[in-house]
């Protein structure tokens, strides 16, 4: 019996045990995530799970006792570079040397050059043939070593009248392509990459940023002359931080500072972008990720990498992140997170500022405050994406069909799954199946190109009774048409009494307006036709019309899967009133004629054409594709610019004004509004440090 019940002990042990997450996930420290088409963030079992560290116990010779080995860690080291045999080099900036040493961890040797010293080396390279290239930043030079560390040769600042005076060069990183042309990213070079030939001779600057404009730089550009734009700030492009390149050949840079877009870019040898999606920001974070000083200034890269499957990798030393994107720039995932003030631990990052790849896509992470190298291994999950992704970027979507199951078998939130598995479904001509899976990854011009094939296999199978039903209709409408047109019943109901209600004699109005606005506007000022009510009831109208407008729209037009009614609630009406309010002042000084009941009136008649053609067009929106996307937003644009010349042509009648009061008066409104909305937030801004200035009082009343 005593054996029974540690049977059934032991039983429950085990079960519970099964049932518990893989002891991996538990020995993880950080988090792995990726984004829906929509931004959001999904949790995700690790992509990578840490294989340990290595450069942490490095020894060299006693300055004082050569046959005596003393501890000598790496200090603030800035590059790290694995060459084709698998062997780790570190630029170890604080010490003036280079580490060299195995995949393990094992110490090679050290590159010092003592008849020539390095000066806090910041870039390391190392070509198939074992030459090495060190970006020597102190000395202002690069050098080209042999696989002995002996020189070969020195590269100074290239002379050329293409290059600015001022231009400063301080080396940071250095790459060589196949041609054993150098590319080298230089401190604050806004120019670009440094591009010099084998023998050093300078080829132009490559790869460089574009310069961000802001809306008041524009302003500013139109509006002042070239004399006082030239007393502004000037306006540079952020420089390139690194430098990288794969085995095809494309050259692959990154940016920090304040760029927002472009911090990755994968360039051929013209210097062309090649990601598609280089106009979204890389480097991503978590919403609750801030810096300690509380200052967000957006993602900081400063290295990256490619491993053998072409996936770019890039880490953020601010937000402590390393994300990876596939070779069209896809996020895949990213992961990472700050280690813990005062302790190490593994998997966690203090400042990352290097990384790098082996043959085996290991990765190599360098961390120049912790002085240490970490190395990962991509986990189960980590290899069947990139399987099945690489299989997808190959155009073998049939194949990639079961690994992506397997992926969404792991973890069925992950949104490139979905996509690899609506192309593969497209391309067996599954387009339902299809257009439902771009739908759920998010990809509108995948869901158009299935739906576009569903259109067209129907009309294909249905068009003779299609166009029998229409010729019939036609003819039906025509015969009917004549031998009706001389009974007295159409002309009883041409002839019908119109209703004396009020109520609906102004909804009549308000259609009136449509057709012929003068007329209508006229009639609102000068015969007080019109009323609050049939205002308020059009009002509600576009309202409704909004909100069915986002959800009847074809996803092929509109991505939203939410709808927030009250958010836009908010939004129109606030918008509306301060419209009016606005309206009404400028008018009231102004000249105007109108009372605020004809502006009222007059400014909800006019939003008439949104119910008019915005329900109608969204509901139409369903049989369209994105290649009649000109018709749609052209429809769209025509209901914009009709809403708008009736606003127009209401303030003109209303308040009697001329033409060019009329414009006078939009403008002078428009300004209305943003000061009521500018002193809004600040009346906003007070009142809650009142009410915390209060609260505080009380506090110290009551607490003493």
């Known amino acids: 019996m005593k054996i029974h019940k540690w049977g059934l002990v032991l039983s429950f042990f085990l079960l519970c045990a099964a049932l518990l997450p893989a002891t991996a996930f538990a020995s993880v420290k950080y988090s792995t995530y990726t984004k829906d088409s929509r931004g959001n963030l999904i949790w995700l079992q690790p992509a990578y799970f840490p294989l340990g560290v290595i450069g942490q116990n490095l020894m060299a010779p006693d300055p004082g006792n050569k046959s005596v080995q003393m501890s000598s860690p790496m200090k603030n080291p800035k590059d790290i570079f694995i060459d084709a045999k698998g062997e780790v080099y570190i630029a170890d900036t604080g010490n003036n040397r280079i580490v060299h040493m195995t995949e393990s961890g094992q110490l090679l040797r050290y590159i010092t050059l003592p008849e020539n010293p390095f000066n806090k080396p910041e870039g390391v390279f190392v070509t198939n043939d074992g030459s090495i290239y060190v970006a020597d930043t102190g000395n202002k030079r690069v050098l080209k070593l042999d696989a002995s560390g002996k020189v070969m040769q020195e590269y100074k600042r290239p002379e050329s009248r293409y290059i600015p005076d001022t231009f400063v060069f301080d080396p940071a990183k250095v790459m060589v392509d196949e041609r054993e042309f150098m590319y080298i990213a230089v401190h604050g070079s806004y120019e670009g990459l440094v591009m010099l030939d084998p023998k050093g001779k300078f080829q132009g600057f490559f790869g460089a940023n574009g310069t961000a404009i802001s809306p008041l730089d ?32 494309y050259i692959f840079t990154v940016t920090g500072g304040t760029a927002t877009t472009n911090q990755l870019k994968k360039l051929n040898v013209k210097g062309d972008n090649l990601l598609r999606s280089s106009s979204k920001p890389f480097g991503e974070t978590a919403p609750w990720d801030v810096p300690a000083e509380g200052v967000m200034t957006g993602p900081q890269l400063t290295d990256v990498a490619v491993d053998q499957s072409g996936n770019m990798i890039v880490v953020d030393q601010q937000n402590k992140y390393i994300s990876h994107y596939d070779g069209s ?43 240490i190298v970490q190395v990962f291994r991509l986990s189960e999950f980590g290899q069947k994406v990139d399987q099945a992704n690489q299989l997808t970027l190959a155009g073998r979507y049939e194949d990639s069909e079961q690994p992506w199951r397997e992926v969404l078998r792991l973890n069925g939130q992950f949104a490139p799954a979905y996509l690899g598995l609506a192309k593969s479904a497209f391309k067996k001509e599954q387009y339902e199946t299809a257009k439902d899976l771009f ?19 129907w009309l294909q199978g249905n068009f003779s009774w299609i166009a029998s039903v229409m010729l019939l209709g036609v003819i039906l409408y025509t015969v009917a048409n004549k031998l009706t047109a001389k009974r007295e019943f159409r002309t009883r109901w041409r002839n019908r009494p119109k209703s004396q209600n009020r109520f609906l004699s102004n909804l009549r109005l308000a259609l009136h307006v449509l057709k012929h606005p003068i007329d209508g506007f006229s009639a609102i000022h000068y015969e007080n036709k019109g009323s609050y009510l049939s205002a308020s009831i059009v009002l509600l109208g576009v309202y409704a019309s909004l909100i069915i407008s986002q959800f009847a729209t074809s996803f092929s037009f509109n991505p939203k899967t939410f709808v927030d009614i009250y958010s836009t609630f908010t939004q129109f009406f606030i918008v509306w009133i301060a419209w009016i309010v606005a309206n009404y002042l400028v008018s009231s000084i102004y000249r105007g004629e109108g009372r605020f009941k004809h502006i009222f009136i007059g400014s909800a008649y006019a939003l008439l054409p949104y119910i008019a053609i915005g329900i109608p067009l969204a509901f139409i929106s369903n049989v369209m594709t994105m290649s009649e996307a000109s018709i749609y937003h052209f429809v769209g644009n025509a209901m914009t610019v009709w809403i708008g010349l009736l606003i127009f042509w209401k303030i003109q009648n209303v308040h009697n004004y001329t033409f060019g009061e009329t414009i006078m008066n939009v403008f002078l ?33 009551t607490l003493r």
Request: with cysteine; hydrophobic share 40%; glycine share 8%.
């Open 439 to 457: 739908k759920e990854a998010g990809n509108q011009q995948g869901y158009s190109d299935s739906f576009w094939q569903i259109r067209m296999l």
């Open 218 to 249: 524009a302003l500013k550009r139109m509006l002042y002359t070239k004399k006082m734009y030239a007393n502004e700030v000037a306006k540079r492009p952020e420089p390139i931080n690194s430098v990288a390149t794969d085995k095809n050949g």
């Open 669 to 701: 409104t428009l300004c209305t509004m943003l000061v009521i909305g500018v002193l809004i937030f600040i009346i906003m801004g007070l009142t809650s440090d009142l009410g915390s200035l209060l609260y505080q009082m009380y506090q110290e009343v």
């Open 329 to 371: 720039g896809n996020l895949l995932y990213f992961w990472g997170g700050a280690s813990a003030i005062g302790s190490s631990q593994v998997g966690l990052l203090k400042s990352p500022v290097a990384l790098d790849v082996n043959e085996r896509n290991e990765l190599f992470v360098l961390d120049d405050q912790e002085n």
